[in-house]
């Protein structure tokens, strides 16, 4: 039996690939490309070493994801696909719901009619919202979110309670993730946004590259030790790796659970600025500039949970994120394109 990956050749999806082949599970993977290149499938095979099924199809497509149904075994599914850029979603709020909402809605009845009731899904951290003060928990209150992005990943929460609640048979896993930040260490896998990034770690590594003039940094008066805004980054691969804990955990464990992936260190911006530098072997610029709207001072994880229950803990420390995201930036310029 496989795994089903939605989305699984995208940046957290394609390194989950990798972990969960290396542990030994089957996998298929869709994608309908929206957010990533074909090239991506072609690097997670020759990481592995071995083949394994990709279809493109659109997760709102019931015919297409039932002929892949009917293809394949599959008994369970890692939901990643989705649209992610919390300002576009601001812009098109309609697109954002159809894609992620519908999409899930769609995925979870066709789950349904073929009798695959397991499905880890990849929320955030953003359901915390504005009010809950770090170090965030699992059963602090969620739904606090400013923008229809955070929303969806809320709805779909809802829902899958919902659904769990229904009918025992579910068994269903929220991942709220932290930051994600580096690249596989091969240098050959890792994160690359179409266009100008909105997130720090792939904004820092363009400027470190040459591609662009200097860091924004968004605010300097938070109430934080050095006034910027501090969050929990999380190597990819060790969130990848929460993944596969996720999944064996669904085998034995019916009902819902949640769990942050996070490591439980803030780090702020300027601390991230210059680790950077140091990875890279020069200064990054960077100029302050006003706060970016939406934001809050401080977001960090509790991670006790996802440590005592699926017997997970992030393993890399910020060195280490900074030296992959650089050895994937300098090595492809270009990401997926070069
Ligand atoms: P990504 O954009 O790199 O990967 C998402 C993949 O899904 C892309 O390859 C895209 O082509 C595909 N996709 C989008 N809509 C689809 C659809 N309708 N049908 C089929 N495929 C579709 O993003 P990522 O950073 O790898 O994020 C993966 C998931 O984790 C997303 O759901 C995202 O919201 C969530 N998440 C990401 C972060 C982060 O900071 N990266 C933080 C919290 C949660
Ligand atoms: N920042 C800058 N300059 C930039 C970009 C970001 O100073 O050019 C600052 C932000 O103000 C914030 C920090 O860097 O203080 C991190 O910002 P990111 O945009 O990298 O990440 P966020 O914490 O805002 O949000 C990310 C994802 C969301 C997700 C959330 C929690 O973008 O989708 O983490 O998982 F919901």
């Known amino acids: 039996m496989a795994v089903l990956v939605t989305g699984g050749l995208g940046y957290i999806g394609s390194h989950t690939c990798v972990e969960l082949i290396n542990a030994g599970i089957d996998i298929v993977v869709i994608d309908n490309l929206y957010n990533c290149k074909k090239s991506s499938y072609d690097r997670i095979k020759a990481l592995v070493g071995k083949d394994f ?49 519908t999409g899930t ?19 955030s951290a953003t359901v915390y919202g504005m009010k809950n003060i770090s170090p965030l928990t699992e059963d602090m209150e969620v739904g606090g979110v400013t923008n229809p992005y955070g929303r969806t990943k809320y709805i779909i929460e809802c829902m899958l309670k919902d659904i769990s609640a229904s009918d025992s048979e579910w068994s269903v896993c929220l991942l709220r993730y932290f930051n994600p930040i580096g690249a596989h260490k091969s240098g050959t896998m890792g994160e690359d946004p179409n266009g100008i990034p909105n997130n720090l770690l792939p904004y820092i590594a363009k400027v470190a590259v040459g591609k662009l003039e200097k860091v924004n940094v968004f605010g300097n008066d938070y109430d934080t030790p050095d006034g910027t805004g501090v969050r929990d980054y999380i190597h990819v691969v060790d969130l990848a790796k929460g993944h596969v804990k996720a999944i064996e955990k669904l085998d034995t464990h019916p009902g819902l659970e949640v769990y942050n992936l996070g490591t439980g260190i803030g780090y702020s911006v300027l601390d991230i600025i210059h680790a950077f530098s140091e990875a890279c072997g020069h200064e990054v610029p960077f100029v302050f500039a006003p706060r970016r709207p939406g934001d809050i001072d401080i977001c960090y994880a509790d991670p006790e949970k996802a440590a005592t229950e699926l017997g997970w803990t992030a393993q890399y420390d910020l060195k280490k994120m900074c030296e992959d995201t650089w050895r994937w930036q300098s090595n492809n310029p270009d990401g997926y394109r070069g």
Do not use: T, W
């Not at 039932?66 to 649209?83: R, T, W, Y």
């Open 105 to 123: 809605l769609v995925l979870l009845d066709v789950m349904r009619k073929n009798g695959c009731k397991k499905i880890v899904f990849s929320s």
């Open 53 to 101: 099924p990709f279809y493109k199809v659109d997760i709102r497509d019931a015919e297409g994801l039932q002929k892949v149904f009917d293809k394949e075994k599959i008994d369970s599914v890692i939901h990643f696909a989705g649209l992610k850029a919390v300002g576009e979603s601001v812009e098109k709020p309609l697109e954002y719901f159809d894609n992620n909402v």
